[in-house]
């Protein structure tokens, strides 16, 4: 029985339908049977996380989680609809308190933030339950016992069973209301993750009942608990306040213990409702929504929540470097720890704990990296660094790397960035100055054969005259840090480091790469000396930083604040702002100045430029491609691990540190140009193809490619990951030579797409992964050969010439 749909519901869906196909960078769709009656196909849509960062939205709703289905008519229907994407205090223009007490109406609702999985509960038919996670729904793939769905799913059996109830009852229910259940999954027996659950808050925590519709309703949560009450869920933590500035006070108190009630928590969803638009209020400050809709933020705390965090990643990281050992010995080292995780001396003192205690009792970590076991590990550190041996650890721990923020004492400051061409440090540093007057030097200004030493001596005579400098250069290098550490050492008081640190390890290769190139492009000619040019040699720069960027220590400089690389401009403005106020104690800058800063760095252009090189001499000095390849933005061992945990030849690949760091997908090399092409028709393809690809790579735009990830194949010599389903992402500004590439591509190229994931040793050419690929597609797994679905894992590359 079809449900009547809403006009506007319907038309949702098919803008979504139209921007998968048109842009599907920003939106994609995976398309399920529907558990328990296959004969209904059930769509999932995903949008592009940092787009929802945008102003004006690039979508067409801000739903995090949509599954839907299309009538017989046509007529799609929302059988699941998530909450629109909430923000954190500060990390939109409308999340800030000022703007919050402008635009939002009392009464504010905070619940506990739970720490766990998101289950999303709606009436497939009036009879039938749809029970998914954010995106997807049905049995898990690869290693994995049980997926989220399943889970969710389990603990809501239990519920109607205890309640004498059936699927039937519930699904008629959501069905005549046209809900969605919102619940978490905290259930520590299937999955850990930061902060412990109880038995008794073990399950399904409901915490929001939402109307499937376009437009975001959210039921009150008096009207939430009830349902809980009625259907058997886990009750959600709440409590309500009058004002903003309530809100603000309670959540300080809890920030300061990271507790509530005495229970440890992450932080606090406030739920309250849009306010008519004040006069003097700015269009940025806005949320985006009409008056009197539902509106959420969210107040996180950063401890203990984020400490602990570190301490899972820490004993993550340490038990992969256990797997690569060499002649017996484990490689595990608090040196080889990732640098951004060891600020804390709870966290240097854990390290070395935890490394004894993998050595000394392996079996208690053994399905950690399947997050088990996170919570007892990190209840025994607990227990020991409250034993006076643990006190005498932590203190001396402390002691051993004094920094300069331990004495608490600071004259001035240097805002260091540590990033690399393109993630948009300098228009951050312009927009800073402006609000809040610090100096700023650029080391692109200084143009002069030894740039260093100049550079310096910039920031130490800006020093005289402003509290705060910003010491605008990439700083990708330790030395770079170090010297500037140096020349301000003989100070007084101290100096202090701030480093804006764009993260680039976080993110494939690939799509950093993709990311700032498309920036520097953007930019033109604003830059005093890396400009886009036809030869694309700002490319070959921005692949030499990503090779030598070495990672930060924190015992380089005094505070970190991590930025955001897919962040917008005005996004990275806000975070650096916060972090201004919180880390300098500064006063929050009024709306109006933020917003005069945004138009400044958007309006930049540098003073001094150098001039263009000749293209004629850039050409001369670039080499020749020897091949044509799809640079695949995937992370192959974040990929791979959880499918091949327990398959030996992947270890020994990670252990010889032969799994490939810079993935690519092969298209067409030199070596087939060779033959005569009158006398061979490969030869005469391959022609054809290089040119193609010769086209592509060149174009002024150029174009994004789509494709999925299959299988992971192996034997005992070499392991390959095939490629499916290759086409172009369609947005206006694509040449028709994209889509003809696609379109036109022989089936028996598109047979042997494939990344090599590594080789047994030296010995085995890389080459030998396109006849593995071509004979498993053919046989399948026989003759030694095995495979492992991926679940069609998406990605996105461009067509791009290399030497290596």
Known sequence: MPRAVAPEDSALINELVALSKSKAKLVRSSTYAAPGDPSISVRSWKMAEHKYYVVPSPFPTLARGIFSVEHPDGKHRMVVRGYDKFFNIGEVGWTTWAALEKHTVAPYTLSLKSNGCII????LTPEKLLITSKHSLGPATGELKTSHADAGERWLRKYLAQKGRTEADLAAVLWERNLTAVAELCDDSFEEHVLAYPPELTGLHLHGLNESTKAFKTLPHAEVDAFAAEWGFIQTASTELPTIAAVRAFTDECGRTGAWNGVPVEGFVVRSHVAPPPPDASSRSAPP??????????VKFDEPYMMYRDWREVTKALLTMRGKSVKGKDEMSVQKLPKGKMRRAETKAYARWVIDEIRRDPAAFAEYQHNKGIVAVRERFLAYLASDKGKKELRKTAESEPTISETGTFGKTIIVPVAVPGCGKTAVAVALSHIFGFGHTQSDDVHAKR?????????TDLLKTHDVVIADKNNHLTQHRAALRTATAGLRPPVRLLALHWPVEQLPRAAVH?????????????????????QRTHEDVLWQFLSATQPLAPSEVDTVVEMALEEGLEGAVRRAVDACVRVLGLAPPPEARVSEAL?????????????????????????APRYFALLPEVALEKLLEPVLADVAFWGALKGAGRVAARPHVTLVHKHALEEDAAVSAEAAAARDLWARCTTLSESKRQPLFHFTLGHVVWNERIMAVTVDALKVVEEAEVAKAAVEFTTTLPEETRARLHITVGTRDANVPPVEAKSLVQAWRKAGDVGGVHSLALG?????????????
């Open 120 to 123: 999303f509960i709606g009436a």
């Open 289 to 298: 929504y009409p008056p009197g809709a539902s509106f959420f933020f969210k």
């Open 451 to 459: 740039a260093a030493p100049i550079f310096l001596k910039n920031v």
């Open 514 to 534: 993709r990311i700032c190139a498309e920036r520097v492009q953007l930019r033109g000619a604003n830059h005093q000396t890396l400009r886009a040019d036809t």
């Open 599 to 623: 138009e400044r760095a958007r309006g930049y252009e540098p003073r001094v430029k150098q001039p263009d090189v000749p293209a004629g001499k850039a050409a001369k000095g670039k080499a």
């Open 792 to 804: 069609g894992v998406e990605t996105f590359g461009r067509v791009k010439g290399l030497q290596t």
